[in-house]
């Protein structure tokens, strides 16, 4: 039986750790986020995202557009972001509506504010082995919550499932960085299966329930579910929680794994920005 990676109890505890940071700082730091359209999904994450800011003692700024906006309304609104010297962090929340032009609207924020590290000067550094400002979020909560759990991350066979410039392609590239050997899987892969059976760890993020059932897994795979998909207005995985926790050693439950993690690393990236600005050694 695998023991659970808690991502709700590790997330709880970095977001107590920041609250009791932010209590000393003179200035509290300021996270502002873009949403555009009504998105059911992105309005929930963005309201998740404010009330965490608000628990660990930041101020926060969610700036709601049409979804008609023009693009340079957006990007209008990013260049007051960026010249204001109390906002630290700047997150314009995806998917944008048809029609906008993501790559610009990103490219806009100013890097030492690019909370999310999607700009091409922090994921670029980062591809680079070089220190971006912050990494990204979804990421970092993955490497962190494995570490927590000291599991050994170099010399691992390690399977990644998707390849956004979210999730797949900057974990890979962190985990590199750690020293492990990484496969990187798409929609096109065709022996997933074979695939799997070779990794000591598998992280999915194909946003596709069920992709991963125990005949994927060998004994003792440590599993990581970053997926999120609603099913019968349940969320689920991309795992087979109940078939492969009899496998695995380690598994991440969704919810309360890398979901927790990822509004905590949020926080962390706020947090370091204002460091960063306030020219403070973190
Ligand atoms: P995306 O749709 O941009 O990318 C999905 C990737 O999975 C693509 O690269 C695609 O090629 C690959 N893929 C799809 N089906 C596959 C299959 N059968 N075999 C191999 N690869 C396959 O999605 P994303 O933004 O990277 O998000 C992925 C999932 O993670 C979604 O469910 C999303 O909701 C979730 N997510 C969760 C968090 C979190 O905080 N927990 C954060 C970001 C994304």
Known sequence: ????????????????????????????????????????????????????????????????LESDVTEETILEHIYVLNEDIDINAILV?????????????????????????????????????????????????????????????????????????????????MLQQENATVIMANSYTTNLKQLALNSDIIISAAGKSNLIDASFIKAGTVVVDVGINKINDKIQGDVNFDEVKNKASYITPVPKGIGPMTIAMLMQNTYELYKLQQNLIL
């Open 1 to 64: 039986m695998a023991i659970i990676l808690d991502g709700q109890a590790l997330a709880d505890k970095i977001i107590d750790e920041l609250k009791m940071a932010a209590q000393k700082l003179v200035k509290k730091p300021k996270l502002a986020v873009i949403i555009v359209g009504e998105n059911p999904a992105s309005l929930i994450y963005v309201k998740n995202k404010q009330k965490k800011a608000e628990y660990t003692g930041f101020d926060s700024l969610v700036i709601p």
């Open 93 to 173: 929340q995806l998917p944008l509506p048809d029609g906008i032009n993501k790559k610009r609207i990103i490219e806009a924020i100013d890097p030492i504010k690019d909370v999310d590290g999607f700009t091409s000067y922090n994921f670029g550094r980062l591809a680079l082995g070089y220190n971006p400002y912050v990494y990204p979020c979804t990421p970092k909560g993955i490497i962190r919550l494995l570490k927590e759990y000291n599991i050994t991350l170099e010399g691992k066979n390690i399977l990644v499932i998707g390849r956004s410039n979210i999730v797949g392609k900057p974990v890979s590239l």
